[in-house]
T-cell receptor, first 111, second 115 residues
Framework: DAKTTQPNSMESNEEEPVHLPCNHS???????IHWYRQLPSQGPEYVIH???SNVNNRMASLAIAEDRKSSTLILHRATLRDAAVYYC????????????FGQGTTLQVKP | ETGVTQTPRHLVMGMTNKKSLKCEQH?????MYWYKQSAKKPLELMFV???????ENNSVPSRFSPECPNSSHLFLHLHTLQPEDSALYLC??????????????FGSGTRLTVV
């Protein structure tokens, strides 16, 4: 599976937008970009995923670079409950693809 | 409730004990997974089941024995574990095995301590 690179940690202020970057320079044409987050003492939670076009849902937005070698998860208005580890994962389409987690980005939200 | 329920939430067992972890989903998903999360480490994929059939075993020691009687239930049978097996064990499900256009739903995990 192709690799992703994320910063180890980021800080944000409450009620401000947060942009979480992810580099995936070896992405293949069939790889989907997934984002999950894990709050303390809980299992990971699905946030969003996409292939080529930008995606929006009630939790966040996913901005995908035109060459697909990087993406950004956007939390439009951070709350204290958004403090978590955020994972950017590439998953190949088809039955051989799977979610392989890296270290992720630990997001701290300051009041 | 996340849609994937794991029991028990916490388990302490001796190295000679036999115990089982249970995972249940009623999302209509056909694939189920076991992950292990040790302290300060990323999640490690252990087993994959698709339509009750095991499709992946990532070199997991035989002291971990999975069982998938149907697409809604997944068990992890544990025996003669070591202290280094202490970890958070997470179950997940997805519509079909693999990745791509399907999101996974995770349970809250079982915190296992081996003494």
């Amino acid at each position: 599976d192709a690799k992703t690179t994320q910063p180890n940690s980021m800080e944000s202020n409450e009620e401000e937008p947060v942009h979480l970057p992810c580099n995936h320079s070896t992405i293949s044409g069939t790889d989907y970009i997934h984002w999950y987050r894990q709050l303390p003492s809980q299992g990971p939670e699905y946030v969003i995923h996409g292939l080529t076009s930008n995606v929006n849902n009630r939790m966040a937005s996913l901005a995908i670079a035109e060459d697909r070698k990087s993406s950004t998860l956007i939390l439009h208005r951070a709350t204290l409950r958004d403090a978590a580890v955020y994972y950017c994962i590439l998953s190949e389409s088809g039955n051989t693809g799977k979610l392989i987690f890296g270290q992720g980005t630990t997001l701290q939200v300051k009041p | 409730e996340t849609g994937v329920t794991q029991t028990p939430r916490h388990l302490v067992m001796g190295m000679t004990n036999k115990k089982s972890l249970k995972c249940e989903q009623h999302l209509g998903h056909n694939a189920m997974y076991w992950y292990k999360q040790s302290a300060k480490k990323p999640l490690e994929l252990m087993f994959v089941y698709n339509f009750k059939e095991q499709t992946e075993n990532n070199s997991v020691p035989s002291r971990f024995s999975p069982e998938c009687p149907n697409s809604s239930h997944l068990f992890l049978h544990l025996h003669t574990l070591q202290p280094e097996d202490s970890a958070l064990y997470l179950c997940a499900s997805s519509p079909y095995a693999g990745g791509g256009n399907y999101g996974y739903t995770f349970g809250s995990g079982t915190r296992l301590t081996v003494v």
